[in-house]
């Protein structure tokens, strides 16, 4: 007879002073000033309760955290290539399936999680993701999102928003708007092809408790979740340090961004503003932003209007190929 | 017999594997990076953890016995976040120069 | 009870595996190595051996997958061939300086293009330097062997190194022979469980791989060069054991034949040493004193064990199945390891490259006549080009007349 592989099953929090002060990412770490991905690592890691393996694909929250021969990770954590963090995660969960079912290891299935940013997970680590996903191992792939290759220095990825100035999308007189494309849509990608996932969640770091609960869900569940996080970048999106999460409510408040779940099939939307702002106002805030034209915010409004009708969901948006144009 | 002498200070754990830190990471002191630092109000705090949910450096945590915001000053870097956050205005921002203890200069490079 | 089978050399691996006792196995199709994995996945679906067996999406995802299970505390298995070894590349130095002994078996095969299925060590010989361990079995029985040893070694505390266990494509992989597997318990007690220092276990937490001063790069770097200082040490004491618990006759490092009064020598590692063998029994018949070298490991290069067999002739032809353009021979990678192993020597030989055994041909008996030849005319004259295409060379072709 088979041991049963047990996992763990977190409580949902309800309010901040149900949040555990207990820190399993600890102090100590040189990520620059106002950094939303380190928030994001902060909270993910009171999410998981420290019976976890991090998995820290390359990328800032490898890099920044862990220079010089010290990391802040209070649980275990193993660095991967920023290729390949999906497949060293589902070779540690295979092997912890194996030497439990073997006697071998006493206890509980940690939560295995995967830190990724968004080069990590839905550029060049996207092949290893969508396995993970695809194969069905018991893991959290997190994608912070700060919408660049920000530890290189801000290079652009396919997160970056349109317009965006990046070190290799640079406006100039022939691409007056810098970034031209649209980014990909990483929960759709994941949502559509993915039969052994039941999870995928939006989450902000302008809402904590939000973020916390959607990553236990996620942790919850027998299987692979995702959950995409928004980690505002200060100094790649070029606003000042202490702004980090007024910037992520703005983004909420514009249509920027949208906090949603995807839990077996059925959409649900949290945080949606009463009435957007216009997204101007989001864009006005960063310097990223600075050199657009009203032409170029009123694409991007267009954008985000024809998106807002259906956030996370395969609908047709009036977007010219770059061959197009 | 290795004929191998490594030097006290390039020593590295084999494959780079290290004891993980338990509650601070000592290895990377980073509040000498302020310029300014948050001064708390305790009278006019009303610890509703705002300061330290947002911390990207996990500086700010409440003393459950005095029921008080506690401030790491040994990482806090100064973003100012709570500051920023704090809905009671009890956070103001004070340059370090008015603090005895204030711009601690770095002993080496990193 | 051990018992005599007979397999090809994908079967004899994945049987090897098996009595290692495997536990993760990640797998990926490509000819010729696939049917290891497709003899694995059958003894995981019948349950003759429980293993988790993960379906990579490519050799990238295989290596990783191994690895991370490795770091986990699992003894990992996977494998590849050609063009599938080279795309994992990146996952190479990870795994070894990571210090994860997780296993390859590698079926060689020729790279592109265009499409060859035939073998040739170019694939696996590409990644020499990233710090695993590397060497080839010429027979079905030597992969089962092999196969278990470098568990062993690559798991001892004084080591802990992934192994590329190569075997070369088709002429070992898919050529059946008569082979002995052994006993599952005498094949424990000599095979410890996989016991890793330090496992990623939230009990005892570590942080594995964070980012190093530049100058420390070098410190691990040299933690590697340690473990291939003392790894020679292990091999000897491994192969030594495994004789003894199976009564098997393996010298470590380099496997001789007919050396002893020998005047040219073919060097060689993998399946060709045994026609090569074949081709000095001939040559003898013909009054030609030729002997074959053939090299277990690839990495560590047994430098002290080479130098000694090699310097028994006046000639060495090196049997290169591989190619390194532009290389100082101007043919293959081992003649130019072969030869600085040799150069301390008082008495060294003349050695060169014959490019043979590539894109999957074969060595025939009449290429081995040809360089028996140049060889024996080195002897003559005191020397010899830095590498000879066989088939191609204009000077062997008119010798070969």
């Not at chain 1, 550029?123 to 994608?143: E, K, N, T």
């Not at chain 2, 911390?55 to 709570?82: F, R, S």
């Not at chain 3, 079905?140 to 590329?164: K, S």
Request: glycine share 8%.
């Amino acid at each position: 007879m088979a041991i049963e592989v047990k996992t763990q099953n977190l409580e949902m929090v309800k309010s901040l002073r149900q949040v555990p002060q207990e820190e399993h990412y600890v102090p100590g770490h040189r990520t620059c000033q106002g950094c939303g991905p380190a928030l994001v690592y902060k909270l993910v890691s009171k999410a998981t309760g420290g019976n976890a393996i991090f998995l820290g694909p390359t990328g800032c929250m490898y890099v920044a955290n862990t220079s010089y021969l010290c990391a802040p990770f209070a649980y275990p954590w193993m660095h991967t290539q920023i290729t390949n963090g999906g497949a060293v995660a589902s070779g540690i969960e295979a092997a912890y399936q194996v030497l439990i079912r073997k006697g071998k290891y006493k206890g509980e299935l940690p939560s295995i999680v995967v830190m990724a940013g968004d080069g990590g997970s839905i550029d060049i680590g996207l092949q290893a993701m969508s396995s993970m996903m695809y194969r069905g191992h018991d893991a959290l792939f997190v994608m912070y999102d700060n919408e660049s290759y920000a530890n290189t220095g801000i290079q652009v990825s396919p997160a970056t928003p349109y317009g965006a100035n990046t070190t290799f999308t640079p406006p100039g007189k022939n691409v007056p708007e810098g970034r031209v494309l649209f980014p990909k849509d990483a929960p759709q990608l994941v949502i559509g092809g993915h039969p052994a996932v039941h999870y995928v969640a939006t989450a902000s770091v302008a809402y904590p408790v939000d973020l916390i609960n959607k990553v236990r869900k996620g942790l919850n569940y027998k299987g692979p979740s995702f959950v995409h996080l928004h980690a505002p970048c200060p100094k790649g999106w070029l606003f000042p340090a202490q702004k980090t999460i007024e910037v992520a409510k703005l983004a909420i408040q514009t249509g920027m961004w949208v906090n949603y779940t995807w839990e077996n099939g059925e959409y649900t939307y949290d945080h949606t503003p009463k009435e957007y702002k216009p997204v101007k106002e989001y864009m006005k805030g960063q310097y990223r932003f600075n050199h657009l034209s009203d032409a170029h915010y009123a694409k991007m409004q267009a954008f985000i209007d024809a998106r807002l009708k259906a956030p996370g969901k395969p609908i047709a948006i009036p977007v010219l190929g770059p061959r197009e144009q | 017999m290795s004929r191998f002498i490594i030097p006290k200070h390039l020593e590295v754990p084999l494959g780079a594997c290290l004891p993980a830190p338990v509650k601070e990471q000592p290895g990377m002191i980073t509040g000498n990076w302020r310029t300014e630092r948050p001064v708390i109000d305790h009278e006019a705090c009303t610890t509703c953890l705002n300061c330290f949910i947002y911390c990207p450096d996990a500086c700010w945590h409440l003393d459950e016995k005095t029921e008080q915001m506690v401030w790491n000053a040994d990482y806090c870097k100064g973003c100012m976040i709570c500051v920023n956050e704090c809905p009671a205005n009890c956070l103001s921002t004070v340059n370090e120069l008015e603090f005895p203890d204030g711009v601690v200069r770095l002993e080496k490079p990193f | 009870m051990a018992k005599e089978v007979f397999y090809s050399g994908c079967a004899a691996a994945a049987y090897g595996a098996k009595d290692a006792r495997v536990e993760v196995i990640s797998s990926y199709p490509i000819r010729p190595y696939t049917g290891i994995m497709m003899e694995l996945s059958k003894l995981v679906a019948n349950g003759e051996l429980d293993a988790e067996f993960v379906l990579g999406e490519g050799e990238h995802a295989q290596v990783s997958i191994a690895y991370g299970a490795s770091a986990a505390g699992a003894r990992a298995y996977t494998g590849s061939s050609g063009v599938g070894v080279v795309y994992a590349m990146e996952c190479y130095s990870p795994a070894a300086g990571g210090r994860l002994p997780c296993q390859m078996a590698i079926a060689d095969r020729a790279l592109d293009p265009p499409g060859d299925f035939g073998s040739e060590h170019t694939d696996v010989m590409s990644a020499r330097d990233q710090g695993w361990i590397m060497g080839w079995a010429e027979s079905p029985q030597e992969v089962y062997d092999n196969t278990i040893m470098y568990y062993r070694i690559g798991e001892d505390h004084r080591v802990q190194l992934p192994q590329f266990c190569c075997q070369d494509g088709y002429f070992v992989s898919h050529i059946p022979g008569k082979m002995q597997m052994e006993d599952q318990k005498a094949v424990d007690d000599f095979l410890p469980p996989y016991n890793p220092p330090h496992p990623l276990n939230p009990k005892k937490p570590i942080n594995h791989g964070p980012q190093i001063f530049p100058d420390q790069g070098s410190a691990i770097n040299v933690q590697r060069a340690v473990a291939f200082d003392d790894i020679e040490a292990v091999i000897s004491e491994v192969v030594t054991d495994y004789n003894k618990a199976f009564g098997r006759k393996y010298s470590p490092f380099v496997d001789e034949y007919m050396m002893d009064d020998a005047d040219i020598a073919f060097f060689i590692q993998g399946g060709h040493a045994r026609t090569a063998r074949y081709a000095v029994n001939h040559l003898r018949k013909k009054g030609v004193k030729a002997g074959v070298s053939r090299l277990r490991f690839m990495r560590p290069f047994p430098t002290e064990a080479v130098a000694a067999s090699l310097s028994k002739v006046k000639a060495v032809g090196v049997i290169e199945t591989n190619t390194s353009y532009g290389g100082v021979t101007r043919g293959g990678n081992i003649a130019p390891e072969a030869r600085a192993a040799c150069y301390n020597l008082d008495n060294r030989p003349i050695i060169t490259s014959f490019m043979a055994g590539l894109g999957g041909e074969i060595v025939t008996l009449n290429e081995f006549y040809a360089m028996a030849k140049v060889l024996s005319d080195a002897v003559k004259s005191g020397k010899a080009n830095n590498s000879y295409w066989m088939n191609f060379e204009k000077e062997v072709l008119d010798t070969h007349k």
